[in-house]
């Protein structure tokens, strides 16, 4: 019972906090992170301690795989040397920058020990900046560049956590055991991933019932990373493969209503393990303290130390690798060099999440890794999480108004859609002028002004804001009008005239219906 308990308390906290931070206008990571901590000193109240297997193979596979199926796969590719350099070569610099600044504080600690906390605090979340960049309304670039690069970044620093201990506790590492390394975790990765999604894009297809379909898509998180993890190649590249190949032909591969369904599904499972993993950071940081060894003011030295180098270093690194680039013809053709504020922006979204915290769990014990700090190490990483959360993520928005980072042109956007729409629907009225041949007048001709509403819907998102448009107006009136025919199956139902079968199927149908008409698309 204990345990359930802490799952119930868990989620309660969770919705609870995330509806204060809507109200209050806080970004809920960093507010859930400041209650998980402010809980941790109530003795009795959710004392749970993470397990780190439970984060790295529980929660991030689901949550880097439903980010991979949202992230749009050409834009992906346009922007994969920024999203490498930041995945990759961030990282490994950041870890370098890290673990020499915790050598020089710490000489008696093994370097390579030091290494492997700098590649513990070296990868952003996945979640944080990219929910923060979405919400203030950042270019949808920027926003696919940290997309990129957080579904990557993980995979990076773990594989360097991993020959960073390797060399810590007394194992032969060399340069052709770090490439072996590296090489069997990424094309590994990748091919179990390619795999992942043929096999499982093949399933999808044969499959016609929603509920399945939907088994089959949590499922498959843990269908490509556990054979990857146990190949040694990287689970995490696994999963973002799979779920970029997936989502990109998610189209053709599921019916409307398994998509409806797993929409649905997914974002719910995202919005609880999203919290949950910010909420358990927090209500780490009692245990945390009991574990540090040394002083506080060295402690919150060595920590300051470490912030500032992991701050500092994404700052260096960014701006050489964004605008040197551009010094090459191909790439300065390709992509013209953006104005200052984008690097800018970016170089401050580098808030710290579960999955740093997460691997410093994971880190040996002082016997197996010779004498160093570990208590020590683990707070670091605390500290880092809590620093960059509270330190960049709350001050983003601030930076991005400062800056003048230019959204995206809302006009071009519905003008872009429009265009399509108008297309699109000149597409569906042929297909039904060859289809159509002994159907009803009548409903061809319905079906031809749903192709005209849904094209001039479009061009309306065009015109003046001030004034109610003539969807809008369809909107608000069938909206009444189906207030009032729920109204009228409840008392059939009440009354006996119908069982409450019926009921829920009409109420399934309209419910339907006032979701597009929430879009507009009705």
Known sequence: MHGLENIVGLIAVVVATSVVARRIGVLSPILLVLVGIGISFIPGVLEIELDPEMVLLGILPPILYVAALETSVPAFRFNLRPILLLAVGLVLFTAAAVGFTLHALLPQVPLAMCFALGAVVAPPDAV???AVARRIGLPRRIVTVLEGESLINDATALVTLRVAVAAAVGEAVDAWSITRTASIAVLGGVGIGIIGGIVLGFVHKKIENPLIDNAISLLTPWVVFLPAESIHASGVVAVVVTGLAL???MPTLMSA???LQMDAFWRMVKFLLEGAVFLLVGLQL????????RSFWFTIGCLAAVVGVVIIARIVWLFPTVYLARLIPRVRRRDPAPTFAAPAVISWAGMRGAVTLAA???????QQAGAYPRG???IMAFGVIVATLVLQGATLPTVARWLKVPGDDQKEDALAEASVQHEASRAGKARLEEVADDAPDG??????QVALS???LAWERLGRSDRETPSAAYARLRREMLNAEREVFRRARDTGKIPEETLRQAQRDMDLEESLLERGDL
């Open 376 to 378: 020590l190490f683990v």
């Open 443 to 448: 409903v061809v001709e319905r079906l031809r």
């Open 286 to 293: 009692r245990a945390l303290i009991e574990q540090v060894e």
């Open 257 to 259: 209503a398994s998509r």
């Open 247 to 249: 989502g990109h032909k």
């Open 454 to 456: 849904r094209s001039n």
């Open 128 to 130: 944080a900046a990219t």
């Open 360 to 366: 410093a769990l994971s880190l040996p014990s002082a």
